[in-house]
Nanobody, 118 residues
Framework: QVQLAESGGGLVQAGGSLILSCAAS????????MGWYRQAPGKQRELVAT???????NYADSVKGRFSISRDSATNTVDLQMNSLKPEDTAVYYC????????????WGKGTQVTVSS
């Protein structure tokens, strides 16, 4: 059974940095896309960043220039470097992974809390 486990969340002051990491277990295959989503209290879960199998990336406008996503496809790990954090970045951050062959399968981690104090 594939499991994703996030780590690296915590409390940080505005302007600070955090690195989130996600490691997969129970998988004998490589994921196509990996990424990070977040959900703030009372809000819908939203995409933060995605890194595709070819290495290209996609970011939410709200984090462009501040966050950076990277992955190690060989080990099925994905990291999110978060700089210049703002209070509005406070949320539970979820790791996400997808495969497309033979059919779409989506996997989620349980989430890690990031709290940015002003």
């Amino acid at each position: 059974q594939v499991q994703l486990a996030e780590s690296g969340g915590g409390l940080v002051q505005a302007g600070g940095s955090l690195i989130l990491s996600c490691a997969a277990s129970g998988s004998s295959f490589r994921f196509d896309d990996m990424g990070w989503y977040r959900q703030a209290p009372g809000k819908q879960r939203e995409l933060v960043a995605t890194i595709f199998s070819g290495g290209s990336t996609n970011y939410a406008d709200s984090v462009k220039g501040r966050f950076s996503i990277s992955r190690d496809s060989a080990t099925n790990t994905v990291d999110l470097q978060m700089n210049s954090l703002k209070p509005e970045d406070t949320a539970v951050y979820y790791c996400n992974a997808r495969t497309y062959v033979p059919g779409l399968r989506t996997y989620w981690g349980k989430g890690t809390q990031v709290t940015v104090s002003s």
